[in-house]
């Protein structure tokens, strides 16, 4: 009865390094979304993926991120050549379909040192 | 676009007295839906309580209430009988159909409640 699993809970790296953020989704659960949360602010959404498509990425900042939800696998959030500004705790949420039943994961919290 | 706003940034509250968070939201959308979530010091996000647009009744959810006032666009939540395990931030966020992000919720920066024994 796992729910949606995201590794690691904790991810250290330093400026310049790249960052790499997992989500396995709720079993029979198709959709991903991915979120960021900055200190002291509420989550905000970056993406969402169907198996092996990116549905909508307008919150994905347009340089050094990159999201991908491969056929078998986790989805995976990448953030290259990390700075300070990213350090954030970044969430995962998934649903079985394009409704509003979604359930988010513990999250990453990246720290950029 | 749409906007959620949260006017308390934190809320000092005695135990077992009840609890009204505020939330208001703006949207062009005709048809979306208003959630809660909870945020403990741990770090995880707990959905809460979930009101459709074109719901006719009040959603309720155990302790948990929401008081959609639609012609005011808010959409706040109510705990009854607080606990000490209420303290915790706690998030409004609506979804609805319009592009731009509209696959996502929309937070509100939330509030920090704090029950008081």
């Known amino acids: 009865n796992a729910g949606v699993m995201q590794n690691p809970r904790h991810l250290v790296r330093r400026r310049g390094q790249e960052a790499r953020l997992r989500c396995s989704p709720m079993?029979?659960?198709?959709?991903v979304y991915w979120y960021r949360q900055l200190p002291e602010e509420g989550l905000k959404f970056m993406v969402y993926?169907?198996?092996?498509?990116?549905?909508?990425e307008s919150g994905m900042p347009k340089e050094r991120f990159s999201a991908e939800f491969p056929k078998e696998g986790p989805s995976i959030l990448r953030i290259q050549q990390v700075v300070r500004g990213d350090s954030a705790a970044y969430f995962c949420?998934?649903?079985?379909?394009?409704?509003?039943?979604?359930?988010f994961g513990s999250g990453t919290r990246l720290t950029v040192v | 676009a749409q906007k959620i706003t949260q006017t308390q940034p934190g809320m000092f509250v005695q135990e077992k007295e009840a609890v009204t968070l505020d939330c208001t939201y703006d949207?062009?959308?005709?048809?979306?839906?208003l959630f809660w979530y909870k945020q403990p010091s741990s770090g995880e996000m707990i959905f809460l309580i979930y009101?459709?647009?074109?719901?006719?009744q009040n959603a309720t959810e155990g302790r948990y209430s929401l008081n959609f006032q639609k012609a005011r666009k808010s959409a706040n939540l109510v705990i009854s009988a607080s606990q000490l395990g209420d303290s915790a931030m706690y998030f409004c966020?609506?979804?609805?159909?319009?592009?731009?992000?509209?696959?996502?919720?929309?937070f509100g920066k939330g509030t920090h409640l704090i029950i008081q024994p």
């Open positions: 949420a998934s649903s079985r379909e394009r409704t509003y039943g979604y359930t």
């Open positions: 079993k029979g659960h198709s959709h």
């Open positions: 993926l169907q198996k092996e498509n990116i549905i909508d």
């Open positions: 949207t062009s959308d005709p048809s979306y839906g």
């Open positions: 009101q459709g647009s074109y719901d006719q």
């Open positions: 966020a609506m979804r609805g159909n319009s592009g731009g992000g509209a696959d996502g919720l929309t």
